[in-house]
């Protein structure tokens, strides 16, 4: 079992837009062509943070456009300081606070499978900060946004991600897979 975040960005290193906008994205390929179908298949528990949360809401379950259904299966936790509607049929979980007791309920609900941490970087950042981060795969785009909302605000450097697998996808990506090395220091 492992704590992954899976995501992609710019090539500057931006998963969204300032207003959190993800269209750049979509014109680089069809996600069914990346490692995303059998990826999904190994996760047992998601997490994300408000405004992932609100972006999907907002472009995939659209409730006030009669949208579709929420589109994971598994339990999500949702971080968040204030309320936010719940999706009816979703098994979601608001939660606040410290990530460590959160990842714990997740490892229990993952079972044999893998967490995904969908997102966005800052939530990540604190998870690696508690020593719960396993791997980082991430897509990089072909398109650079000069700013937005980071990857992953935290500095890695000393000792660095260990570079597991690249592949390219596409004409727009190259997935870039990276284990998180224990015994860390910023």
Known sequence: MKTQYYTACSLDGFIA????????????????????????????????????????????????????????????????????????????????????????????AAGEKNIWLVGGGDLVGQFYDAGLLDEIIVQVGSVTLGSGKPLLPRRIAFPPLTLTSARAIGPGFAELRYDVPRGRQQ
């Open 17 to 108: 837009t300032e207003d959190h906008s993800l269209e750049w994205l979509f014109q680089l390929g069809d996600i069914n062509d990346t490692s995303y179908p059998e990826f999904i298949k190994e996760v047992g528990a998601l997490a994300m943070g408000s405004s992932t949360y609100e972006w999907m809401l907002r472009h995939v379950v659209k409730p006030d456009a009669g949208g579709t259904d929420w589109p994971y299966a598994q339990p999500t936790w949702v971080f968040s300081s204030r309320a936010l509607p719940a999706v009816p049929g979703a098994l979601l979980h608001f939660v606040r606070g410290d990530v460590r007791p959160v990842h714990e309920q997740m490892r229990r």
